[in-house]
């Protein structure tokens, strides 16, 4: 481990970062919403030809309450500055290929292809059989999705209730409640949402979204805007903007061509993911009984971090907030900025190469797929919450995780982490034993999943996280929304 600090500690360098129209990127994108609480509701068109009419007339009414990325970032400021819950409602609104095509618009369902086909079609992730989702079944698919954010729940139920009138004429095909838990958990107890992306643009002549911090130089080449905060073009979730180079950590690679309407748009994943708790606690606690470890021992490396968020990469289970990210596999991270360093884990023996934070974001690590660089082409914006009550509160209600990512580039992005390497034994590290993600990977039908820890490889037929489906949608920039209202 290095052991002394770089003399020279600079920030990184903006220089070509494009100035973000933040006035029409939505807000769920870009800052996401802070909000206790959120609505989630889907809606379906009405076959025929009267499907793009209704549409419009949906897209008429949500236009004008959708967030936009400044009021976001105004929210998102007053809420860490002064501590207060939000006052209002945020929104934001997803389409389906089949909503974009009755619109009149199949250039926009042809910007990505597994977008045009849909999640049902897609067979790609392992999932259960469509017939048997809870969410998007086929007949049952979401065509408009609503989110509604707010800290005030007497708040969002008068916000939703407009779009559980049937006399709007879609149907109301998916409803769900969702709230943060205590210290930002999930439901298995494990701190969540602590690995994010910072996204390079300005949001004026002078400003970047992301405040930079000094940093030491950093083995992997890769620019942070602080420790454990990696820098990416924003082309990698926003459309027609430059996008992150496979072959360069800090250039960019030029912008996707796309529709006019696409730019500023995303694409977004929605899944639901019930989670089975005293399934996840009652088989760990027989796979550590079998190792002759603690309950708590194992399921840190099933996850890759401590309960508290601390990651096993670490030496330290008492991180301060900047070292929670602030360290690689491959490499040693030096120390600066505050911050102390932290040893490589090159072979996985403090942080298994089966531990869900590794299995789908292998940092420093080549792959695969090829150089560190690339890693960053696959990364993902991630916009989960959890529903349903705590485990304790009550044991035999339904509970687990909604899981929302952004990104331009659905088979290189989201599938690649959840199918490629999630559900593989033999990747994302090349010629190592990396063994199944426990936590959400899947296996054919009949094969019990695996994986390789500290202690002697584990082996169930018990899933702790079943998907019971979702959709992916289309998130179109404000403009965008406002144009496709009006035909």
Request: hydrophobic share 40%; proline share 10%; net charge negative.
């Amino acid at each position: 481990m290095t052991a002394t600090v770089p003399a020279a500690l600079a920030s990184a360098d903006t220089t070509g970062e494009p100035l973000l129209a933040l006035d029409d990127i939505q807000a769920h994108i870009v800052p996401g919403f802070p909000d206790t609480d959120q609505r989630f509701v889907g809606l379906r068109l009405p076959d025929g030809d009267r499907s793009g009419d209704a549409a419009r007339a949906m897209l008429r009414e949500l236009t004008p309450l959708v967030t936009s990325a400044r009021a976001g970032l105004r929210h998102r400021a007053l809420r860490r500055t002064t501590g207060a819950a939000g006052d209002g409602v945020a929104a934001a609104v997803a389409l389906s290929a089949r909503c974009l095509r009755a619109l009149g618009h199949p250039e926009l369902a042809a910007v990505d292809e597994a977008l045009g086909v849909g999640m049902a079609e897609r067979r790609s992730l392992r999932d259960p059989a469509p017939k048997n989702w809870a969410v998007g079944a086929p007949g049952a698919e979401i065509d408009i999705l609503v989110i509604l954010a707010a800290d005030d729940e007497t708040q969002l139920a008068v916000a939703e209730a407009p779009l559980l009138d049937p006399g709007h004429g879609l149907t109301v095909v998916h409803r769900e409640s969702a709230r943060r838990l205590p210290g930002d958990i999930e439901h298995f107890g494990f701190r969540d949402g602590i690995s994010q992306p910072s996204l390079r643009g300005l949001v004026d002549a002078d400003t970047p979204l992301a405040a930079r911090h000094p940093m030491p130089p950093m083995p992997d080449g890769r620019a942070y805007a602080r420790p454990g905060d990696v820098l990416l073009w924003p082309g990698q979730f926003l459309f027609g903007l430059p996008r992150q180079s496979s072959t360069s950590a800090t250039r960019p690679a030029d912008p996707r061509r796309v529709p006019d309407l696409a730019r500023n748009g995303s694409l977004l994943v929605y899944r639901k993911l019930a989670q089975d708790v005293a399934a996840f606690r009652g088989d760990t606690a027989a796979m550590a009984s079998a190792l002759s470890v603690e309950p708590g021992t194992l399921r840190a490396w099933l996850v890759g971090r401590r309960p508290d968020g601390s990651p096993l990469s670490r030496d330290e289970t008492d991180p301060g907030p900047g070292e929670l990210n602030h360290f690689g596999y491959d490499d040693d991270v030096p120390p600066g900025a505050g911050v102390r360093g932290a040893r490589a884990d090159p072979d996985g023996a403090r942080c298994p190469l089966a531990a869900h934070i590794r299995k789908v974001n292998p940092r420093d690590q080549e792959t695969e797929q090829g150089i560190q660089q690339n890693t960053l082409t696959m990364m993902i914006l991630r916009r989960g919450i959890p529903y349903g009550p705590l485990y304790e509160d009550a044991p035999d209600a339904e509970r687990g995780l909604l899981f929302l990512c952004y990104q331009t580039d659905l088979a290189r992005q989201f599938e690649l982490l959840a199918q490629r390497w999630a559900n593989r034994t033999d990747r994302p590290r090349q010629g190592l034993p990396n063994g199944l993600d426990m936590i959400i990977g899947r296996t054919r039908p009949g094969d019990p999943r695996q994986a390789p820890l500290p202690a002697g490889t584990v082996s169930t037929m018990v899933d702790y996280v079943t998907p019971q489906g979702g959709a992916y949608l289309f998130t179109p920039s404000i403009p965008a929304l406002r144009a496709l209202s009006e035909g």
